[in-house]
């Protein structure tokens, strides 16, 4: 039996017992045990609102180094929608995706055009008849999980779908096997760089149905953020590089991937509590 690897992990010295994450854990995966928190890994969903919540920093998300990305031949960045909000008066998303190549990237290809594909997908999939409704957005390995976890019976209402995160890395690696047939699949790292711990144990554990996530590393968005601080003070004009449209973009917004369906008969909800809420009605 294959041990589930998480992304959320506990400082048991820094712990006090307070009971701030018991209270806020929306899958009921941690207990006061000696003193200090104890998490039920076979119920932690790795939503991370643990470690938004702990006032003593005794949780922590379990990212890949930074440094491990050189032992690829070819690394290919994938940046989320997310990370373009990250900087303040950000003209030209172009300047951050030049930022990633002169860190040490040979290739970039945003989620963001990944995205634009769901939605397409997505727009398609609400005509088909007989489906279970309301249809529930499968982009979030933290609902699916929550779903699977307390609310097994809305299961059927996910959509069919790779998350764009995971479509992005299968792209993206093909079009470097295409476009460098010299390359072998070990040579090639598809790197995400997250805003979340989720995604760290979605690709560690391949929770994409396959056997393997086209994902070889989960890399922090903060760590990123200062490096790209550095690299993004060039004063020449970059060469046009994304892709994406504001579909794709939108999708860091709270709402944004509903919006894209062109439609007002959508819910949308952000933050666990309200997400809880309106699974539970």
């Known amino acids: 039996m294959s041990v589930y690897r ?11 017992g307070c009971t701030h994450c018991l209270r806020r854990c929306p899958t009921e995966a941690i207990r006061i045990r000696d003193g200090h928190a104890v998490i039920n890994t076979e119920r932690c969903i790795d939503c991370g609102e643990c470690i938004r919540l702990c006032p003593h920093k005794a949780k922590k998300a379990i990212y890949d180094p930074l440094e491990s990305i050189s032992k690829f031949k070819y690394k290919i960045a994938l940046p989320p929608p997310t990370l373009y909000g990250q900087f303040d008066n950000l003209d030209d998303v172009d300047c951050m995706l030049k930022g990633l190549l002169d860190y040490g990237f040979d290739d970039v290809f945003e989620v963001a055009c ?14 088909t008849e007989n489906i279970h409704r309301p249809v529930i957005s499968s982009a979030c390995p933290v609902i699916v999980r929550l779903i699977s976890l307390r609310f097994p019976t809305l299961a059927k209402h996910l959509i069919p779908i790779m998350p764009p995160v995971e479509i992005a890395g299968k792209l993206a690696r093909e079009k470097a096997k295409k476009e ?31 056997k393997k996530s086209n994902i070889d590393l989960v890399v922090s968005m903060s760590d990123m953020y200062f490096e790209l601080l550095d690299t993004m003070k ?3 004009a970059p060469e046009p590089l994304s892709r994406t449209g504001m579909i794709g973009v939108n999708w860091a917004t709270s709402g944004g991937e509903s919006a894209g369906l062109m439609t007002d008969n959508y819910l949308s909800a952000d933050g666990m509590e309200n997400v809880v809420k309106v699974l539970e009605e």
């Open 180 to 210: 460098h047939p010299e390359l072998k699949d070990e040579d090639i790292g598809v790197v995400f760089i997250s805003p979340c711990t989720a995604k760290v144990s979605y690709v560690k554990n391949a929770l994409c149905g396959e």
């Open 234 to 236: 060039s004063e020449i």
């Open 6 to 16: 998480h992304s959320v992990s506990l400082e048991t010295e820094k712990c006090k």
């Open 114 to 127: 990944a995205a634009e594909m769901v939605t397409e997908y997505t727009r398609h999939y609400l005509k």
